[in-house]
């Protein structure tokens, strides 16, 4: 640690440890994140600590980005849903949070993004909203399937009727055939799919240690919708979810859903947290509202060097260039995603 309490999380052995005791500690803050991004795009984690070194008052892992087409800033941390300032109470996570604006103020950096945290600042501008979705497990599985939307019910039914078959596994060779779906998926969606190594990465750091698995629903062999939870403490969270259109029929994200959430309420699990929705994504909304999950508020902060202050962000989940992704090949999606997701973290 040096002199202003900047560290790196992967020389500190026992890091994992001091993330679990916060309430709000996620996976995103953890030593396997920092690997992913490191091994995937070179993306060095620091991370400021607050209080001493072996039982600290708050703590934040961090991202800097230097890059030739968007800058040099700051991400807290980059493509994670929520990564919190993890505090013992507002005040030293408001006072850690400031740390952090004047480090980048030395980096020159253009803009600070945290994924979560505008609650130590509620009366500065939201950065970025999203809608978040939260499903109690404890009442059990069969509980918990009378809560779900009849719709929901009747899908999970079909899905039986129609002989699909959800396997959960933490093999790479998993993760490529769900990688494939996803291509289908964000072309579908109009994004750029990320690169596989970066899947790869998850697998090696996430996935094989037991953080993690892939859920495949297959259709005679064939796999048509796929999802890869991340597992934290005694949570879980639906990270990626991916399916083959052409068999939308036979409601094989709805049998995945159905399938993990019953794996996980047997494994001990409490929560499952379906991830970050756009505010414009009413169809997403509907999906993670149809499994009786409560919803919130996920506020960003965004602070500008520039205007020395935060501000509101665009949400970069639709617009015209998402149009153009979507009647481009998959091997031209596949090509910017190698080479876009680098700079805009």
């Not at 399916?243 to 049998?255: M, T, V, W």
């Amino acid at each position: 640690m040096d002199s202003r309490g900047i560290i790196n999380p992967l020389e500190v052995p026992n890091w994992d440890s001091l993330v679990q005791t916060f309430e709000r500690s996620g996976i995103f803050h953890t030593r396997a994140w920092a690997q992913v991004l490191r091994d995937t795009y070179g993306f060095q984690t620091r991370a400021l600590i607050a209080g001493p070194a072996d039982a600290p008052g708050a703590l934040l892992p961090f991202v800097e980005v230097d890059s030739w087409l968007t800058g040099r800033r700051g991400v807290s941390m980059p493509f994670s849903d929520e990564c919190d300032v993890l505090h013992r109470d507002p005040e030293s996570g408001r006072a850690l949070a400031q740390r952090i604006i004047a480090h980048g103020s030395e980096r020159s950096w253009r803009h600070w993004e945290c994924h979560g945290s505008h609650e130590l600042f509620p009366t500065e501008p939201v950065g970025t909203g999203y809608w978040g979705h939260r499903l109690d497990l404890s009442p059990g599985y069969a509980a918990l399937f009378a809560h779900f939307d009849e719709s929901v019910r009747r899908a999970v039914r079909k899905a039986e009727k129609s002989g699909l078959t959800v396997e959960f596994s933490r093999e790479l060779e998993a993760v490529r055939a769900f990688h494939q779906l996803l291509g289908l998926t964000r072309r579908r969606h109009g994004i750029p799919l990320q690169p596989f190594e970066f899947f790869r990465q998850i697998h090696r750091s996430i996935l094989a240690p037991g953080l993690g698995f892939v859920a495949l629903c297959r259709h005679e062999s064939r796999p048509i919708a796929g999802a890869v939870f991340f597992l934290h403490g005694q949570a879980a969270l639906y990270k990626f979810g991916a399916s083959d259109e052409r068999h939308q029929s036979l409601r094989g994200n709805n049998f995945v859903m159905a399938r993990a959430i019953e794996k996980l309420t047997g494994d001990g699990y409490l929560t499952l947290d379906f991830g970050r929705t756009s505010l414009a994504n009413e169809g997403l909304r509907h999906f993670k509202l149809s499994w009786a999950t409560s919803e919130r508020l996920v506020s960003y902060l965004h602070f500008s060097y520039k205007r020395n202050g935060f501000e509101a962000s665009a949400d970069r989940s639709t617009g015209r260039i998402q149009s153009w992704f979507r009647h481009a090949p998959v091997f031209l999606s596949r090509l910017v995603g190698r080479i876009i997701y680098k700079h805009i973290p």
